[in-house]
């Protein structure tokens, strides 16, 4: 596993933003994916965006247009600005790191952070 620590999330009204930041810890070589999940009350938990060490975004189709996932792989962290925030925007946003190479060489799949609240109110 690979320690993944995120913040940012918060209470909202909607239509407001929020920016979460998730940064990987300090023995990393690199992080070919990282991403965003959330997880809503009683309900699975989905993918929200990924970005790939080169760059190329995945969202799903419900943020499209309001979201933005970035990183910067000089510091292993992953950042998702929310935009014009909807009240069914409401989880648990939950940062994933996938196929990670530590600086020992090892290759960590599938890491998750502990998960940080996002809350939007109508």
């Known amino acids: 596993q690979v320690q993944l620590v995120e913040s940012g999330g918060g209470l909202v009204q909607a239509g407001g933003s929020l920016r979460l930041s998730c940064a990987a810890s300090?023995?990393?070589?690199?992080?070919?994916?990282m991403g965003w999940y959330r997880q809503a009350p009683g309900k699975q938990r989905e993918l929200v965006a990924t970005?790939?060490?080169?760059?190329?975004?995945n969202y799903v189709d419900s943020v499209k247009g309001r979201f933005t996932i970035s990183r910067d792989n000089a510091k292993n962290t992953v950042y998702l600005q929310m935009n014009s925030l909807k009240p069914e925007d409401t989880a648990v946003y939950y940062c994933?790191?996938?196929?990670?190479?530590?600086?020992?060489?090892?290759?960590?799949?599938?890491?998750w952070g502990q998960g940080t609240q996002v809350t939007v109110s109508s």
């Open positions: 970005i790939t060490i080169g760059g190329r975004t």
């Open positions: 300090r023995s990393i070589f690199s992080i070919n994916v």
């Open positions: 994933n790191a996938d196929q990670v190479v530590t600086t020992t060489g090892r290759l960590v799949f599938g890491s």
